[in-house]
């Protein structure tokens, strides 16, 4: 028995060191397949690695990002916006000297219950909040075809009309039976047009279309301002069963105001979360973590820090990849390398701009990749050369 323990022991460090790469623990990159010589042809299974030069900062930099498609507006400006009426609104209407064709002013109405309120009272409420348990001003309501009944004048079709329009129209049909009719015609409660904010909002719900024209800044403002954890570079718009994303943070930080697109009736718009705009720091870091962007902006030493750093004793400092676009190009994504050794790496490490759902890895040494297999073969090794002790 003691004839058959070298062959045995050789045996089992053989069997052992063979598959080593795929038996040592640990995060490991297997370096084969990337090449960092841009001039060498790329075969198919090939990856090219850029090296993190200032140049390759300054190229991605003025690199032109292709622009976001954006809804087209129904006005030119917003000095050109106009209200129309639509069905359920509830209109105001003035007669001047003729108090019998007037809505009332300061009478009090009541929903049926205890709840009391004057017209003066609804006007000053918000409008973008819902009044549980209260009637409406009173006042002429747009019927579900668009029309109003008013004394003398009849059935008169008001929607899609501006309030100037209407009252013009009034001022038309009154003429046969009043003199020189004067008439003021207000919106008391807009109810016909409204959008939908939902999303990481502190006030989700519906708001309003007023005769105040409604932008992406005052939809967020007017819902109580975003969440903690909302993502403001990528707000989703639905409009007419169309997708189309907007970058609130470009309008804040930059004064993109392309971004502020003015909402209409039917928008939904929704304020995701940060999930979308991480990043994932991996490999020889003390604490492997998805690291959210701030603002949208997330550089490799922003990264690091936020993993705690890299390893010392562990980490191969010349290997600090940052893998791009696994999502879109599986097949064929921007792999880009910084030497850490080299004295400019720290100032490019800030310098050189993450995008959302780029995985920063930090590769292993050599020398550790093998002292965890011989950790991993030395216990094997131990147990024979105490079963040859025994055996003697």
Known sequence: MNRRLPSLLLLTLVVSWLPGCALVPGNSLDSSRLRDDANQPQSTDTYLVHRITPDVILSLETAQPVPAQLPQPNFASLSQYVYRIGPQDILGITVWDHPELTTPQGTTFSAGGTTT?????????????????????????????GTIFFPFAGRVSVAGKTAQQVREQLVKALGPYLKNPQLDVRVLAYRSQR??????????????????????VDAITRSGGTADNADLQRVRLTRN???????????????????????QDGDILNIPDRADSRVFVMGEVKQPTPVPMIRGR?????????????????????????????????????????????????????QFQLQPMDVVYVGTASSVQFNRLLQQVLPTLE??????????
């Open 298 to 350: 997330l550089t490799i030493a922003d990264s690091l820090t936020n993993a705690g750093g890299i390893l010392d004793t562990d980490a191969n400092p010349r290997q600090v990849y940052v893998i791009r676009g696994m999502r879109t190009r599986p097949s064929a994504p921007d792999i880009y390398r910084l030497d850490m050794t080299q004295p400019d790496a720290l100032l490019l490490s800030t």
């Open 241 to 263: 069963g169309k997708f189309y994303q907007l970058d609130a943070n470009g309008l804040l930080d930059r004064g993109d105001i392309s971004q502020n697109v003015l909402l």
């Open 117 to 145: 309120q004057t017209v003066a009272g609804a006007l000053a409420q918000p409008y973008t909040t819902a009044l549980p348990g209260q009637a409406d001003p009173y006042g002429q309501t747009v019927s579900p075809d």
């Open 195 to 216: 959008v939908q904010v939902t999303g990481q909002i502190k006030a989700p719900g519906p708001l309003a279309i007023t005769d105040v024209p409604l932008t992406l």
């Open 383 to 392: 147990a024979l050369f105490y079963l040859k002790q025994l055996t003697k």
